[in-house]
C-alpha cells in the first residue's frame, strides 16, 4: 500500500487542504502567535460577520467581543490546545452562543488553528427526532380539516351577499383556509421524507402576502417596515412552506412587541454573495445566498431557551404549543434552507434569519 506522502498515489482531481477548509460548515481561522488572524474559511466569514479583507490582521479576541475572562486569559497568555463549550460572542453586536476550539500547531510554535461552531442552530437538530415528535400534531391535524370546510363554506355564502371591499375579506377567508388545508396536509406528512416540489417564486411577493396575512388578523397596531433590495432573484422554495415560515416569523415578531410603546418589525431581504451560506442537504452542498430577516425590539428571547427554540413543544408564550418555530424549522429545511436566530443585545434587536437558494434560470 502506498503511503500517503508517495506523490505518485496523488490524483488532481482530488480537492487539497485549502478547498476541504473552504467547504467545512464550521468556521475555521488559522491565528499567528500574536492571535492576529491570518487566515479564515467562508464559514468563519459568516459567523463573524465580516468579510476576510476586514478581517484579516486584526486581533481575534477584538474580532469575538468581551469572552469570559477564562476564556480569554487561556487564547492570550498560551498556545496549548482548549475546548470552551457553549461561551458567548458578540459579532456585529449580535450575541452568539458557541463552541470554541484552539488547536496548536506543532510544526509552527505559537500558531494556532480556531473553529468555532454555533449552538442552538436549527442545523444541529435530528431529524429523525423532530419527524416522531411531531406524530402526535400530525394525527390531530386530521380533525382540524371537519371545522375548516364549515368555515371556508360559510365564506363562500357570504361572499354572494357582500359588496366593496367586504368581499375582499371574504375571499381572504377562503384563501387562508385553503392554505392552512395545505399546512395540515404538510403537517401529516411530518413524520415522513416527503418534502413539497420547490419553485422558482418571487421572495417578496411572499413576504407582502405573509403581511397582510398578519396585519389582518392582528387587532394590534404594530408598525412592519419593508427593506426590499429590489434587484433580489427568485428564490427557489416552495410558495405556500415560504408564506407560512414568514407568517410564523413576523406573527412572533409582532407579538413580541405588543406591550412596547413604539414596537416595530422590520422585515429585509438581501443577497448575501459574499457570506453564502453552504450546507450538505441530500449528500451535495447547497449555496444559500438568499437572505431574508425578520427584526423586531422586543425583549427578547429568555437566555435560557435561546438554545432550544426550535425544538419541538418549547414556548415562551402562555398560551404557546411550542410547535410555531418547530414547523418552521422543518418547512425551511426541507426547501434546502437555513435558518437562525440572534439576539444583539446593545441595538435591543431580536433577529431570525432565513437563508434559501436561488432558482436558477432555464436555458433554451
Do not use: Y
Not at 109 to 125: D, K, M, N, Q, Y
Request: glycine share 8%; aromatic share 2%.
Amino acid at each position: 500500500m502506498a503511503e500517503l506522502s508517495d506523490l505518485s498515489s496523488f490524483d488532481p482531481a482530488r480537492p487539497g487542504a485549502a478547498e476541504q477548509i473552504a467547504g467545512l460548515l464550521f468556521a475555521v481561522v488559522l491565528v499567528d502567535p500574536n492571535l492576529q488572524v491570518v487566515e479564515l474559511n467562508q464559514a468563519a466569514e459568516i459567523m463573524l460577520g465580516k468579510s476576510a479583507k476586514q478581517l484579516v490582521g486584526k486581533n481575534m479576541l477584538h474580532v469575538m467581543g468581551p469572552l469570559d475572562p477564562r476564556v480569554e486569559h487561556r487564547l492570550g497568555t498560551s498556545d496549548a490546545a482548549l475546548v470552551a463549550r457553549e461561551i458567548s460572542i458578540t459579532t456585529g453586536e449580535a450575541e452568539r452562543r458557541i463552541n470554541l476550539t484552539a488547536s496548536p500547531l506543532v510544526s509552527h510554535p505559537g500558531w494556532r488553528v480556531i473553529t468555532l461552531s454555533e449552538i442552538g442552530h436549527e442545523e444541529s437538530g435530528n431529524d429523525d427526532q423532530l419527524a416522531s415528535t411531531m406524530g402526535a400534531p400530525s394525527i390531530l391535524a386530521h380533525e382540524i380539516k371537519n371545522p375548516l370546510a364549515a368555515i371556508r363554506g360559510a365564506a363562500q355564502l357570504a361572499s354572494r351577499k357582500l359588496t366593496g371591499a367586504d368581499t375582499k375579506l371574504a375571499a381572504m377567508i377562503t384563501d387562508e383556509v385553503d392554505r392552512i388545508v395545505r399546512l395540515i396536509d404538510r403537517m401529516q406528512q411530518l413524520g415522513a421524507r416527503n418534502t413539497e416540489v420547490a419553485e422558482a417564486c418571487n421572495p417578496h411577493e411572499a413576504i407582502r402576502s405573509a403581511i397582510a396575512t398578519v396585519r389582518a388578523a392582528g387587532t394590534c397596531k404594530v408598525e412592519i417596515i419593508e427593506e426590499f433590495d429590489p434587484s433580489l432573484p427568485p428564490v427557489l422554495a416552495n410558495r405556500d412552506a415560504l408564506e407560512q415560515v414568514l407568517i410564523n416569523l413576523i406573527s412572533n415578531a409582532r407579538d413580541a412587541v405588543r406591550s412596547a410603546g413604539q414596537g416595530q418589525v422590520t422585515v429585509r431581504t438581501r443577497f448575501v454573495s459574499g457570506l453564502a451560506f453552504s450546507a450538505i442537504r441530500l449528500g451535495r452542498a447547497v449555496r444559500l445566498p438568499i437572505e431574508i430577516t425578520i427584526s423586531d425590539n422586543g425583549p427578547g428571547v429568555d437566555p435560557a431557551m435561546r438554545d432550544h427554540i426550535f425544538e419541538p413543544f418549547v414556548s415562551s408564550k402562555q398560551s404557546g404549543q411550542g410547535l410555531g418555530l418547530a414547523l418552521v424549522r422543518k418547512l425551511v429545511h426541507d426547501m434546502n434552507g437555513s435558518i437562525s436566530h440572534e439576539r444583539n443585545a446593545k441595538k435591543g434587536l431580536t433577529r431570525f434569519r432565513v437563508h434559501l437558494p436561488m432558482a436558477i434560470a432555464k436555458t433554451r
